[in-house]
C-alpha cells in the first residue's frame, strides 16, 4: 500500500496502547505521534490519556516496523516498558487526562534490535488557532481513529477509522473547560485517539484536516437514569449492566495537547 493520502497517513498516526491493568484484567487504548515545530526545532511525541497511564503493571506500545521509510504492513514491533507508569509526563493540571512520552528513545530502543519504526505523525501546525477556532460551524464532521474495543486489522495492524460530527459547537468550552463533545460511537479502547475537523470539500486525499482534539470520556446513562461524563475504561471487561453508552464522546482540544508539550519542553530544556 502507497501512503499517499491523508486518509492512508491517518492508519499510521496512531499507536496501540497494550496494558495489564493492577487488577490483573487487560485493557487497551490508542495514543498518537504528534511532530512538534518549536524554536528549539522538531520533535516527535507519543501522546495518550493520563487514565491509560494511571494504575498499569506492565504496558507496550505497538508499531509498524519500516524497513527504508516504507512501512512493512503486518510487520509488528511490540516496544515494552519498564516501569510504564512513570515512563510519561503527565499534564500540570491534574484534571487535564493527557500524557506524553518523546518518541526518540523510543525508536533508539528499537533502532538497537534492528528494527526501524513507521509512523505519520500529525503536525502541531494542524492545531487552530484563535481565529480558526472561531471560524468553525457549530455542526461539523469530525474523523478519529484508533482501537474501538479493542478492534483493529490484526494482520496488516491497522486501526478503525470512525466518522461522527461535533454535538456541541468547538468553538466553545464545553462547562467552561477546554473540550467539546463529539455525537460518535466512542467505545473503551478509543480513549486517546486523535480527533480531525475536516477542512474544505474536496475529496479526502487531498482534503486538509484541523488536529482538533483526543478523545478523554463517554457519557453513560445510569440505572437511575442520570447520564454523567466518565472516563472511558481501559480495561476490555464488558461494562456493567446498569450503565449504557450513548455516543457522546468528550474530547479535550488540542490546544491542551500543545500545552503539555510545552511544559516537557521546559522542564527537561531548562
Known sequence: MRVDSTAKRLLFSTVRVDTVLDDGSQGSGTAFVLRHHGPGGVADFVVTNRHLVDGVRDGALVFTQARRAVPLLGCRFELRIEQFPSAWFVHPDPDVDLAVVPLAPLRAAAASEGVEL??????????????????????????????????????????????????????????????????????????????????????????????AGVVSAVFFREEARRVVPAPIPASLRAPELDTEMIDLGLVLKSDLVLELVQAYLARWRA
Do not use: C, H
Not at 170 to 184: N, P, S, Y
Not at 186 to 191: D, E, L, Q, R, T
Open 118 to 211: 513507521y509512523v505519520e505523525a500529525i503536525d502541531s501546525r494542524l492545531i487552530p488557532d484563535a481565529p480558526a477556532w472561531d471560524g468553525l460551524d457549530a455542526l461539523e464532521e469530525v474523523l478519529f481513529v484508533g482501537y474501538p474495543s479493542g478492534v483493529w486489522d490484526q494482520v496488516n495492524l491497522m486501526p478503525i477509522l470512525r466518522r461522527g460530527s461535533t454535538a456541541t459547537p468547538a468553538m466553545l468550552d464545553f462547562e467552561g473547560r477546554r473540550q467539546f463533545l463529539i455525537d460518535a460511537a466512542v467505545y473503551p479502547g478509543s480513549s486517546g485517539s486523535p480527533v480531525f475537523i475536516e477542512r474544505g470539500q474536496s475529496r479526502l486525499a487531498r482534503r486538509e484536516l484541523w488536529f
